[in-house]
T-cell receptor, first 115, second 114 residues
Framework: AQSVTQPDIHITVSEGASLELRCNYS??????LFWYVQSPGQGLQLLLK??????LVQGIKGFEAEFKRSQSSFNLRKPSVHWSDAAEYFC?????????????FGTGTRLLVSP | ETGVTQSPTHLIKTRGQQVTLRCSSQ?????VSWYQQALGQGPQFIFQ???????GRGNFPPRFSGLQFPNYSSELNVNALELDDSALYLC?????????????FGPGTRLTVT
C-alpha cells in the first residue's frame, strides 16, 4: 500500500535561513507527488507537484522540491524562510486505482520560524 | 475563478446525531473528494464522486455517505455520530483524468461531537 513518511514532527528555522523538509514515500510505480501547506484553521494549499520529467520542480512562494527515485524521497526546500512561512506542511502521494484518484498524506511537519 | 467553498465553517453535534456538510467545487472541476483530518494528523481519504456517483472509497464505515449534484457540488453525510468523528472535514475538487490527482482544497468544516 502507498504510504508517506515525514520524519520530522516539528522544525524550527531562523528567519532568513534555508529550509529543508523531508518526505519519503512508498509506491510501486512512478509516483505522483505533492506538497501542501496548511495555515492554522485553514484548508490545504498546493505548493508544488511532480508528475514526471525534470526531477527538480518549482512551486509557489519560492519553494522547490527534488524527486529522488533511488532514495524514494521528495524533499521540500526554500533558500530563505520568511516569518509568514510558519505553518504545517504535508507531503502526499497520488494513489488509487482505475476510476478514482486519492491522495495519501504524511502526518505533517510543523514549521516554526524564529526571529 | 471561484475556489472550493465549504459550509458550515464550524458545527457542534451530539453523539448519535446526523450531520450534513456541503461543498461547492472549483469552476471547471467535475470530481469531488472528501477527506477527514483528525487533530495532529494528515488528511485521510473518505471517498470520491464523479458524475454523481461514488467511484472510490477509503476505509470508512457506511454511515459516511455522500452525494454529488449535477452542478458538481457535493454533500457529506455522517449518521450516528461518534466522538471520534470530531475532525476537520476537507473537500477537494479536481478535473477528470490524470489531473484528478491535482486536488484543490476548501477551507474545511470543523465538526465537534460531544
Amino acid at each position: 500500500a502507498q504510504s508517506v513518511t515525514q520524519p520530522d514532527i516539528h522544525i524550527t528555522v531562523s528567519e532568513g535561513a534555508s529550509l529543508e523538509l523531508r518526505c519519503n514515500y512508498s509506491y510501486g510505480a512512478t509516483p505522483y507527488l505533492f506538497w501542501y501547506v496548511q495555515s492554522p484553521g485553514q484548508g490545504l494549499q498546493l505548493l508544488l507537484k511532480y508528475f514526471s520529467g525534470d526531477t527538480l520542480v518549482q512551486g509557489i512562494k519560492g519553494f522547490e522540491a527534488e524527486f529522488k527515485r533511488s532514495q524514494s524521497s521528495f524533499n521540500l526546500r526554500k533558500p530563505s524562510v520568511h516569518w509568514s512561512d510558519a505553518a504545517e506542511y504535508f507531503c502526499a502521494v497520488g494513489a488509487g486505482s482505475t476510476g478514482f484518484q486519492k491522495l495519501v498524506f504524511g502526518t505533517g511537519t510543523r514549521l516554526l520560524v524564529s526571529p | 475563478e471561484t475556489g472550493v467553498t465549504q459550509s458550515p465553517t464550524h458545527l457542534i453535534k451530539t453523539r448519535g446525531q446526523q450531520v450534513t456538510l456541503r461543498c461547492s467545487s472549483q469552476s471547471g472541476h467535475n470530481t469531488v473528494s472528501w477527506y477527514q483530518q483528525a487533530l495532529g494528523q494528515g488528511p485521510q481519504f473518505i471517498f470520491q464522486y464523479y458524475r454523481e456517483e461514488e467511484n472510490g472509497r477509503g476505509n470508512f464505515p457506511p454511515r459516511f455517505s455522500g452525494l454529488q449534484f449535477p452542478n458538481y457540488s457535493s454533500e457529506l453525510n455522517v449518521n450516528a455520530l461518534e466522538l471520534d468523528d470530531s475532525a476537520l472535514y476537507l473537500c477537494a475538487s479536481s478535473p477528470r483524468g490524470l489531473s484528478s490527482y491535482e486536488q484543490y482544497f476548501g477551507p474545511g468544516t470543523r465538526l465537534t461531537v460531544t
